[in-house]
């Protein structure tokens, strides 16, 4: 399917403005999840088949896009909302065998029991976010050119569990305690403490739209689990789904790392939009070019030395791809080119430079990663949850984006079938 450029700008808040139901009639209408549902009756078999694996799916998609925190919230919005039930399959005439309606919505063991057989499905359901992030890539102009990353802690309301005390199966087992440290510009730094499991997640950063994701405990480093689902994207036997594709990764001080800045430009061409840590002494405000009139700061300002204490700020000229170098001039006088290669210091020197105004206007993408994480606590009520387990954590994030990518693909055809419509 060609891009139409006309969609090109994709905003998910006119998703957000949809009614509960319009969207549950959008994801319905464009979820493609058969082989899953297939597999999953093929497992039932001959087993009680009172609430079948089609309408258990749809309930369980219903109960995220509905923003319920537990099941036993969902369960009271289906016993009193009729429209509902009807769109998910839940249909009256299908009890008629009952003595009463009280069976009209699943026990909550049967929900129980649903989400632990999927549980054992993740693979399918990974296989269907893919599909979706493909059609983004095909469909929507621009899609994962430049992307945001963030670790995203999910925190778990269960008690902490401890292996040398007595307590019940409501401790989470799954969960570590986790240290985000933030650094400041006067060199103070500020901690944080959490307690559950952490997402890494990379995202466009041009429609907010997921591409990938894992879920770890909270004390999984963000840089080591950067570097895995980097290798994953780029193993990945999906064309559309690899790295050629990404221009530029921003993130947070949390991933400032030199080595890693290397290793995406010279392994993957891809230019390192990532804040940076300041962690000079006070003492050591500059820092000279090897061979060359040049100093710089940790900010990545480039200076030229005039004489003893007079610095000079130079002027920014652009990256020699060449010779993987940036280039600068002096702004008062001549027009010598200098040079400083990134190697010097590759934390520091980016192949777009730090003190560009493009860098600045990159790094100011990596909001919708954040926006990303709003919508997670705030429309899918992660931040308010009873999601015990780690694998349970994880499918229900799986769902979340799968519902997020259904109801935008359905959003964007929408508007490709207007436009057609229009020119016929």
Same mark, same amino acid.
């Given at each position: 399917?060609?891009?139409?450029?006309?969609?090109?700008?994709?905003?998910?808040?006119?998703?957000?403005?949809?009614?509960?139901?319009?969207?549950?009639?959008?994801?319905?209408?464009?979820?493609?999840?058969?082989?899953?549902?297939?597999?999953?009756?093929?497992?039932?078999?001959? *087993?009680?088949?009172?609430?079948?694996?089609?309408?258990?799916?749809?309930?369980?998609?219903?109960?995220?896009i509905f *923003?319920?925190?537990?099941?036993?919230?969902?369960?009271?919005?289906?016993?009193?909302?009729?429209?509902?039930?009807?769109?998910?399959?839940?249909?009256?005439?299908?009890?008629?065998?009952?003595?009463?309606? @009280?069976?009209?919505?699943?026990?909550?063991?049967?929900?129980?029991?649903?989400?632990?057989?999927?549980?054992?499905?993740?693979?399918?359901?990974?296989?269907?976010?893919?599909?979706?992030?493909?059609?983004?890539?095909?469909?929507?102009?621009?899609?994962?050119?430049?992307?945001?990353?963030?670790?995203?802690?999910?925190?778990?309301?269960?008690?902490?569990?401890?292996?040398?005390?007595?307590?019940?199966?409501?401790?989470?087992?799954?969960?570590?305690?986790?240290?985000?440290?933030?650094?400041?510009?006067?060199?103070?730094?500020?901690?944080?403490?959490?307690?559950?499991?952490?997402?890494?997640?990379?995202?466009?950063?041009?429609?907010g739209l997921?591409? @990938?994701?894992?879920?770890t405990p909270?004390?999984?480093?963000?840089?080591?689990?950067?570097?895995?689902?980097?290798?994953?994207?780029?193993?990945?036997?999906?064309?559309?789904?690899?790295?050629?594709?990404?221009?530029?990764?921003?993130?947070?001080?949390?991933?400032?790392?030199?080595?890693?800045?290397?290793?995406?430009?010279?392994?993957?061409?891809?230019?390192?939009?990532?804040?940076?840590?300041?962690?000079?002494?006070?003492?050591?405000?500059?820092?000279?070019?090897?061979?060359?009139?040049?100093?710089?700061?940790?900010?990545?300002?480039?200076?030229?030395?005039?004489?003893?204490?007079?610095?000079?700020?130079? @002027?920014?000229?652009?990256?020699?791809?060449?010779?993987?170098?940036?280039?600068?001039?002096?702004?008062?006088?001549?027009?010598?080119?200098?040079?400083?290669?990134?190697?010097?210091?590759?934390?520091?020197?980016?192949?777009?430079?730090?003190?560009?105004?493009?860098?600045?206007?990159?790094?100011?993408?990596?909001?919708?990663?954040?926006?990303?994480?709003?919508?997670?606590?705030?429309?899918?009520?992660?931040?308010?949850?009873?999601?015990?387990?780690?694998? @349970?954590?994880?499918?229900?994030?799986?769902?979340?984006?799968?519902?997020?990518?259904?109801?935008?693909?359905?959003?964007?055809?929408?508007?490709?079938?207007?436009?057609?419509?229009?020119?016929?």
């Open positions: 399917m060609n891009n139409i450029s006309q969609i090109s700008i994709f905003d998910y808040t006119e998703i957000e403005n949809l009614g509960d139901l319009e969207r549950l009639k959008l994801f319905f209408e464009n979820i493609e999840d058969k082989e899953l549902c297939q597999t999953l009756e093929k497992e039932r078999k001959n *087993g009680r088949n009172d609430y079948p694996v089609r309408v258990m799916l749809n309930l369980i998609y219903a109960m995220k *923003g319920h925190r537990s099941v036993e919230s969902f369960r009271r919005e289906l016993a009193r909302n009729s429209q509902l039930r009807i769109v998910c399959g839940l249909s009256e005439g299908r009890y008629k065998y009952f003595k009463d309606r @009280k069976h009209l919505v699943p026990p909550a063991r049967v929900f129980t029991g649903f989400l632990n057989r999927l549980k054992t499905h993740i693979d399918e359901i990974k296989k269907i976010q893919e599909h979706l992030v493909k059609f983004m890539y095909d469909n929507l102009e621009g899609f994962g050119d430049d992307c945001a990353v963030d670790g995203k802690y999910l925190d778990t309301y269960g008690n902490q569990f401890y292996k040398n005390k007595k307590q019940d199966n409501r401790g989470e087992h799954d969960a570590t305690p986790s240290c985000k440290t933030y650094y400041m510009k006067n060199g103070s730094k500020k901690n944080e403490w959490h307690y559950g499991f952490r997402a890494h997640i990379i995202c466009d950063a041009k429609y997921p591409i @990938k994701h894992k879920v909270a004390n999984n480093s963000e840089q080591v689990e950067l570097d895995n689902i980097l290798d994953e994207l780029d193993k990945s036997e999906n064309e559309k789904y690899k790295l050629e594709r990404m221009n530029n990764l921003m993130g947070d001080a949390g991933y400032d790392n030199g080595d890693r800045n290397k290793r995406l430009k010279e392994k993957y061409d891809i230019n390192a939009i990532i804040d940076i840590r300041h962690v000079w002494s006070k003492e050591e405000e500059y820092r000279e070019v090897e061979n060359q009139p040049l100093a710089y700061n940790e900010d990545g300002e480039v200076f030229y030395i005039v004489d003893l204490n007079k610095y000079e700020k130079m @002027k920014y000229l652009g990256y020699d791809k060449e010779n993987n170098s940036l280039r600068y001039t002096r702004a008062t006088k001549g027009k010598k080119v200098y040079r400083i290669p990134l190697e010097t210091d590759y934390r520091i020197f980016t192949p777009i430079a730090r003190d560009s105004k493009k860098f600045k206007a990159k790094y100011k993408m990596r909001t919708e990663v954040e926006r990303l994480n709003g919508r997670i606590d705030r429309d899918y009520m992660f931040n308010d949850h009873f999601i015990r387990g780690l694998k @349970k954590m994880d499918l229900m994030l799986h769902l979340t984006f799968v519902v997020m990518l259904t109801m935008a693909k359905g959003h964007i055809k929408n508007k490709q079938k207007n436009i057609r419509s229009l020119v016929a």
